[in-house]
């Protein structure tokens, strides 16, 4: 761990853990093609030094790097990796509050992730994580990274005077809960953090905290964090025209656990996969139901009969949250025996 800074008393530190992305990239040509860069090229410690002049002093920074990756290589023992990396820090009391920077292309999952197995935590503890990222490397002209990862600091430091602690996202001058984050366009410097009435968004002024409702939310216990090789094996499976079965039962030859389908609208499945799905339920797999719209909720037996075919919907989680949120809840089933996983799925 290196520390940047640590002149005032232990409660008024941050730890920032670095993780890579665009915030960390690097173009070779960043006035011609800011966009074609390498993600996860530049160390915390040397983007925490560029904004080392606008931290008040009262806030002292620590960081340590994690990873430096562009987020679409993610991997499994790399969340738990962070996951216990924030949760001894949340437990320390010497952090006052937790910032990391991340790739914005998986933000989403460990927004979710980071939810679920320390949400609660954070909330009792009154303590702030709050995610971050970019959408233009760092030396691009008008990188938006550094004030960013200003405001997030800001946001990790502020007095919880209007809104508790818990799991966050802050980029483009706005703020929402980590487990609302949705990336829902290529390039818009707010992709990440978009503006819809399923997803409160604040702007970091003094008033915008009364969006955010969903930290009053009284949040669930919190989940394990999986060891780095414990994690189910749910692989996510798109419906569309033309599907083919056969993927199916390639999954389930291989020992998939967990099946999360991307469907069609409110969660509609093309019938030549929904049959092999039908059967892959009947073989034990997990398979849960949600829709590649993008925004939007799947409900219980709409258009589907989730009961009949022993599937669940994922209510309002994306494809890829709705992964994250069943390999915990089958590895929460596995571990507690009393549940099953659908009950656990359901209380997320
Ligand atoms: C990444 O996710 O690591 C690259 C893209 C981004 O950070 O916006």
Same mark, same amino acid.
């Not at 008024?12 to 090229?41: C, E, R």
């Not at 620590?62 to 790399?78: D, G, K, R, W, Y």
């Not at 990796?81 to 920077?101: P, Q, Y």
């Not at 966050?168 to 953090?193: E, F, Q, S």
């Given at each position: 761990?290196?520390?940047?800074?640590?002149?005032?008393?232990?409660?008024?530190?941050?730890?920032?853990?670095?993780?890579?992305?665009?915030?960390?990239?690097?173009?070779?040509?960043?006035?011609?093609?800011?966009?074609?860069?390498?993600?996860?090229?530049?160390?915390?410690?040397?983007?925490?030094?560029?904004?080392?002049?606008?931290?008040?002093?009262?806030?002292?920074?620590?960081?340590?790097?994690?990873?430096?990756?562009?987020?679409?290589?993610?991997?499994?023992?790399?969340?738990?990796?962070?996951?216990?990396?924030?949760?001894?820090?949340?437990?320390?009391? !010497?952090?006052?509050?937790?910032?990391?920077?991340?790739?914005?292309?998986?933000?989403?999952?460990?927004?979710? $992730?980071?939810?679920?197995?320390?949400?609660?935590?954070?909330?009792?503890?009154?303590?702030?994580?709050?995610?971050?990222?970019?959408?233009?490397?760092?030396?691009?002209?008008?990188? %938006?990274?550094?004030?960013?990862?200003?405001?997030?600091?800001?946001? /990790?430091?502020?007095?919880?005077?209007?809104?508790?602690?818990?799991?966050? /996202?802050?980029?483009?001058?706005?703020?929402?809960?980590?487990?609302?984050?949705?990336?829902?366009?290529?390039?818009? +410097?707010?992709?990440?953090?978009?503006?819809?009435?399923?997803?409160?968004?604040?702007?970091?002024?003094?008033?915008?905290?009364?969006?955010?409702?969903?930290?009053?939310?009284? @949040?669930?216990?919190?989940?394990?964090?999986? %060891?780095?090789?414990?994690?189910?094996?749910?692989?996510?499976?798109?419906?569309?025209?033309?599907?083919?079965?056969?993927? *199916?039962?390639?999954?389930?030859?291989?020992?998939?656990?967990?099946?999360?389908? &991307?469907?069609?609208?409110?969660?509609?499945?093309?019938?030549?996969?929904?049959? !092999? +799905?039908? @059967?892959?339920?009947?073989?034990?797999?997990? *398979?849960? !139901?949600?829709?590649?719209?993008?925004?939007?909720?799947? $409900?219980?037996?709409?258009?589907?009969?989730?009961?009949?075919?022993? @599937?669940?919907?994922?209510? %309002?989680?994306?494809?890829?949250? &709705?992964?994250?949120?069943?390999?915990?809840?089958?590895?929460? &089933?596995?571990?507690?025996?009393?549940?099953? @996983?659908?009950?656990?799925?359901?209380?997320?």
């Amino acid at each position: 761990m290196s520390q940047i800074q640590n002149h005032l008393e232990s409660s008024s530190h941050i730890l920032v853990l670095g993780m890579g992305g665009t915030i960390a990239g690097l173009a070779s040509n960043p006035d011609s093609k800011p966009l074609q860069y390498d993600a996860g090229q530049v160390e915390i410690s040397t983007l925490l030094a560029q904004i080392q002049s606008a931290i008040p002093g009262e806030i002292g920074l620590v960081s340590e790097q994690l990873a430096n990756i562009n987020s679409c290589n993610m991997s499994e023992p790399l969340l738990t990796l962070l996951g216990r990396a924030v949760k001894d820090a949340l437990d320390n009391s !010497r952090f006052k509050g937790i910032v990391i920077t991340h790739g914005t292309d998986t933000i989403e999952e460990t927004g979710l $992730f980071l939810q679920l197995v320390c949400g609660r935590f954070a909330q009792n503890l009154g303590k702030r994580v709050v995610l971050t990222g970019a959408m233009l490397p760092a030396n691009a002209s008008n990188a %938006d990274g550094l004030k960013n990862l200003l405001d997030a600091i800001h946001w /990790a430091a502020s007095p919880l005077d209007n809104s508790p602690g818990g799991i966050y /996202a802050v980029m483009g001058g706005r703020v929402c809960m980590a487990m609302d984050l949705a990336k829902r366009h290529t390039t818009a +410097l707010n992709a990440p953090i978009q503006s819809s009435p399923s997803s409160p968004v604040g702007l970091i002024n003094p008033s915008w905290l009364s969006g955010v409702k969903a930290a009053e939310i009284a @949040w669930h216990e919190d989940l394990s964090i999986p %060891d780095g090789d414990a994690w189910p094996w749910v692989e996510i499976l798109t419906s569309h025209g033309g599907a083919k079965g056969e993927l *199916v039962d390639a999954l389930v030859a291989q020992g998939v656990e967990g099946i999360v389908i &991307a469907g069609t609208g409110q969660g509609s499945v093309n019938q030549v996969l929904a049959e !092999r +799905l039908v @059967w892959a339920a009947q073989m034990g797999v997990a *398979v849960v !139901r949600s829709s590649r719209t993008g925004a939007g909720a799947v $409900f219980s037996e709409i258009p589907e009969p989730d009961t009949a075919w022993n @599937w669940l919907s994922a209510r %309002d989680l994306s494809p890829p949250k &709705a992964r994250i949120a069943l390999q915990l809840a089958l590895l929460e &089933a596995n571990s507690r025996k009393t549940e099953d @996983w659908q009950s656990i799925f359901a209380t997320i």
